[in-house]
């Protein structure tokens, strides 16, 4: 994977959180930022894309797609947020479509 280097301003207190979880982890501080940034990334791009399906934008299949994870992921992530199903006939069609090909 390419790299890239970045400057990063942080509070002070910001910064003694990552040396705190940096030593309980054993790993550099550079690599519990890239852990971090991963972890909430992921967190993101799900939360965007239950907020999608919450409107009736996208199927919970094409959600876990969009974020990467699997639709069992999806399901349990939109338990954890209080998420009721919304699930169409034609949601069950879309979701379908891949096992079709």
């Known amino acids: 994977m390419k790299e890239k280097v970045m400057t990063l301003r942080l509070p002070i207190e910001i910064d003694?959180?990552?040396?705190?979880?940096?030593?309980?982890?054993?790993?550099?501080?550079?690599?519990?930022?890239?852990?971090?940034?991963?972890?909430?990334?992921?967190?993101?791009?799900?939360?965007?894309?239950?907020k999608s399906y919450s409107e009736g934008k996208v199927s919970l299949w094409k959600a876990a797609r969009i974020s990467g994870c699997s639709l069992w992921e999806m399901i349990e992530y939109a338990k954890s947020k209080k998420i009721t199903s919304q699930y169409t006939e034609k949601e069950l069609y879309e979701d379908m479509e891949p096992l079709r090909k």
């Open 16 to 50: 003694i959180e990552l040396e705190k979880l940096s030593a309980i982890k054993d790993v550099d501080k550079s690599k519990m930022i890239r852990e971090l940034l991963l972890k909430s990334i992921q967190e993101c791009k799900m939360e965007n894309s239950l």
